[in-house]
C-alpha cells in the first residue's frame, strides 16, 4: 500500500496556510514566528486553533479563529499547483497495480477541491482525513489506525511525507518512509534523511 501526504507532498500548498497564518496574525496584532511555525505545521484545524488560543492567549474561541482561517483560504486550493511529476509517478503506480491511498491533515474540503481539480481520484482507493481519527500525524497510534482502515499492517505501508514529524510517526508505527523535500521545512532535511528510509528532492527521482 502506497500513502501519500497531500499538502507539500502531492500539492505545492504549504504557501497557502503561511500566507493565511501571516494576514490572520497581523489582523490580531501578533508576528509570526518560527515557534509559531512548528506549533501548527502539519496539524488538524482544531489543534492549530488550541494553540493559536493559547500561545497568544486570545479571547476569541477555537470555533471563531477556524471560521476566519477558512474565510482567508477561501478558494486557494482550486489553485494550488501538482508538485513535479507526481501525475507521472501514480500513473506508473497505477500501472504496476499498487493499492494507493491519501492520508492527510488536510480540511476535507480543501482535500477534495485539489484532488478533483487535478483529477487526482482515479488513483486513490480512499482519502482518509487525521481530522476524522482526532489527531495529528504525529503520533504512532494514527498511523496504525489509517493502516487498520486500509485493511494492512503498517509495515505493508510505504508512507511518502515532507514533514518531519509525521515522518517520524509514521516510522515508529513501522511503515517504510519516504521524505520528500518541500520548502516550508527547508531546515529539516537532515533530520529528514536520518529518518526516512529515502529521501527525494521530488518525484522525479522514482521515475
Known sequence: MLLFDLDGTLIDSNGVWVDVDMVFLARHGFEYSQAYHDGVAHSILQNCAVFTRNHFQMEESCEEIIAEWMELAKDAYHDVPLKPYVKEYLERCKSAGHRMAVFTACVPE?????????????????????????ADKKSPAVFRQAAELLGVKPRECVFFDDSLTACKGAKAAGMTVVGVQDNYFHGSEADMREVCDQFISGFGDLL
Open 110 to 134: 480543501h482535500c477534495e477541491t485539489a484532488v478533483l481539480r487535478h483529477g487526482l481520484d482515479v488513483y486513490f482507493e480512499r482519502i482518509i482525513y487525521a481530522q476524522d481519527l482526532g
